[in-house]
């Protein structure tokens, strides 16, 4: 049976628009991807365990070098976990610090990284 040329160009143009309904479709499953995703929702996102531990800065957000972690020691400029462990290892063979300054007595600390912390960290009760 043959199909008229108008009835053709109607069937042509349907499957056309069903087609583009279909893209658009499909494209708008992509756009809310997060709703129907099986990861869990970002509303029940929770911090680190790290954030939630209490900071052991002192007064106006001073990092205490007599008490800080490495971790924590790494929130001053210049510093990464290799230095911050050396800090923490002198620390514990020397004691605490008596003020910033002898911080350039940790091998990889410089006398100028000790001045940039002046405003950002104590050496806390330093040596009894």
Excluded at 71 to 82: A, K, N, R, S, T
Excluded at 88 to 93: G, H
């Amino acid at each position: 049976m043959e199909i008229p040329q108008g009835r053709r160009a109607f069937w042509r143009l349907a499957i056309a628009v069903a087609a583009g309904l279909a893209v658009i479709l499909w494209g708008a499953l992509f756009l809310i991807a997060p709703v129907w995703q099986w990861a869990e929702p970002a509303a029940a996102y929770r911090p680190p365990a790290s954030a939630e531990k209490t900071d052991t800065r002192q007064g106006a957000g001073l990092i205490d070098v007599n008490t800080a972690t490495a971790e924590e020691l790494m929130d001053l400029p210049g510093i990464g976990p290799v230095k911050a462990q050396a800090i923490v290892e002198y620390r514990v063979q020397h004691g605490p610090f008596a003020d910033l300054q002898e911080l350039d007595e940790v091998y990889g600390i410089s006398a100028q990284m000790v001045e940039r912390w002046a405003d950002l960290a104590v050496a806390g009760q330093g040596k009894p």
